[in-house]
């Protein structure tokens, strides 16, 4: 098992990713959020696990179903509820919305709408970070869906050719949208397309936070060390639809279930309670921690500012040229 302090550390982030969720699925009933809302449920550990075992300052660029690499990367979670709310104090200032969450100053890129879109950016970072001598590695997080696409290909061979320091990281929860993994997708492996780019590729479980730790701390040792990228894939799930229309005629109840029974959260506890390493009322604590900071977060984006009408045009050019104040017709 993992020291004390890093065991309750993974359990307080996945609790509080799954608590921040729950809360979402409530705004979006209540209409307060509006858009595409694309929820994590049952994926937490290998946001946790995985961006847990990078530094601080390395670069993160992901895709729309972003919440949870956000709380893992310890994003503000007022600021995030906030942004879904649309409100000026959100972290994109309420124009991006749930696939859109960024900070800049946690070296988080963002949520990217357009599937497998945003590899080549990790690969331009990582670049950047090669070229300047730094020692920076940039990772790159997409589902399944993303790995039959231009990008995911051009990415993983630019990264290869010029030995970069990215982490490919797919979370292949078995379905892109509606159709499952087997009907789009040549082999079931994900990780095995790393041989085609002669790099190494893993897969590990994705319901198992020490894992995901686990074999992303080996990757960013590889990549460290200058050997090139690496293609990891995690085994994972996701409990809820593929976002909040979706009737699931895809995939059984019964499958459901039993992927539910791998629950990372509960499954965690039940590890570390059994090995002696928290008690279980500590768990309860740090669950009614993950709850209160959920609720503060609705409360601070329920009662903050919408953007000002005249700030309309702000932020879609980096340097604005001519009109930038909003004219009513
Ligand atoms: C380039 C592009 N094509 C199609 C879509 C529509 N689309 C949105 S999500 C999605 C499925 C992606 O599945 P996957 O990459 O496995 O990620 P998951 O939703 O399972 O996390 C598709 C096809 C899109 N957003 N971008």
Redesign the pocket.
Known sequence: MVDKQLALEWYRKMALIRRFEEKCAEGYAYAKIGGFL?LYIGQEAVAVGAIGALNDDDDIVT???DHGHAIARGLDTNALMAELYGKATGCSKGRGGSMHFADASKHFWGGY?????HLPLAVGLAMASQYKGENRLAMAI?????TN?GGFHESLNMAAVFKLPVIFLI?N?L???GVALHRDSSISDLYKRAASYGIHGEAFDGMDVQAAYEATKRAVEHVRAGNGPVLLEAKTY?FRG?SMADPEMYRSKEEVEFWKQKDPITTWKARCVEAGIATAAEFDEMEAAANREAEESVKFADESPEPELSTLCDYIYANPIGQTEYQPV
Request: hydrophobic share 25%.
């Open positions: 694309h895709h729309y179903r709408a357009l599937v497998g879109a997409f589902g399944d869906g993303s696409n979370e929860n379905y892109s949208m996701r593929h």
